[in-house]
């Protein structure tokens, strides 16, 4: 059975996908693979494809999901299929990237959490009762990366390719699917990319935010294990 890979968002780690991980590796292998030790798209793709194995399913989430389209750009017939998760094909715009300096001066001068707490957490999450234990996740995920990672990331994400002509060369099973509350990367990118693709399930859930694989676990779950099907 093909393997699936998931690469996580910007300041995220193994934990991002706890419940994905629980529930798909009785079945398959997962791997992890972190996306933390370089300050390119390229590179980090590059990095991923070093430790994948040599054919995939391939899943990411937010940089994660940026950082799997890089991977299908550089090494298409290594994917058996993509899974495109809160994310976003298109170059950084100049609004964020003049964020960025300000972002990364403040994590050099040892204020991650606060960036973490007041610019970067209050975005991933919809209205739930959930939502204290899990802002509580995104922020310790952050903490144990520290500020390194983080600069470099921003640097990944400033600088990052569009994407559009990869997603459009790929005729792999794909699965486009977001939260519908997501404020960082809406409905309307997601229905940008599932166009793109030629063989695109979207797929938008309920009561969710930029994190639906902890905040709707299940109904996430079952998404992924339709694309994990399909033909």
Request: proline share 8%; with cysteine; hydrophobic share 45%.
């Amino acid at each position: 059975m093909t393997p699936l890979v998931l690469l996580p968002g910007m300041m995220c780690d193994a934990r991002l996908f706890s419940p994905q991980t629980t529930y798909f590796s009785g079945r398959r292998a997962v791997h992890h693979a972190p996306i933390s030790g370089a300050e390119t798209v390229q590179a980090l793709a590059a990095e991923v494809l070093a430790r994948a194995p040599d054919r995939f399913a391939l899943a990411g989430l937010s940089m994660g999901g940026i950082v799997a389209m890089e991977v299908l750009r550089q090494a298409p017939g290594r994917v058996d299929r993509i899974a495109l998760l809160d994310t976003n094909p298109l170059a950084e715009a100049d609004t964020v990237k003049l964020r960025r300096g300000p972002q990364i001066e403040k994590a050099r001068a040892g204020e991650l959490a606060e960036v973490m707490r007041d610019e970067m957490i209050p975005n991933y999450l919809a209205d739930g009762p959930g939502n204290p234990k899990l802002l509580e996740l995104c922020a310790a995920m952050a903490r144990d990366l520290g500020p390194e990672v983080f600069i470099r990331q921003s640097l990944a994400l400033r600088d990052r390719p569009d994407q559009s002509e990869a997603l459009q060369a790929f005729d792999g099973p794909a699965l486009v699917l977001c939260g519908r509350h997501d404020a960082l990367c809406p409905v309307a990118r997601h229905e940008l990319m599932a166009g793109l693709l030629p063989r695109a399930t979207l797929e938008i859930i309920e009561g969710a935010g930029h994190l639906p694989t902890l905040e709707k676990p299940d109904e996430t779950n079952a998404a992924l294990a339709r694309w994990l099907e399909t033909p």
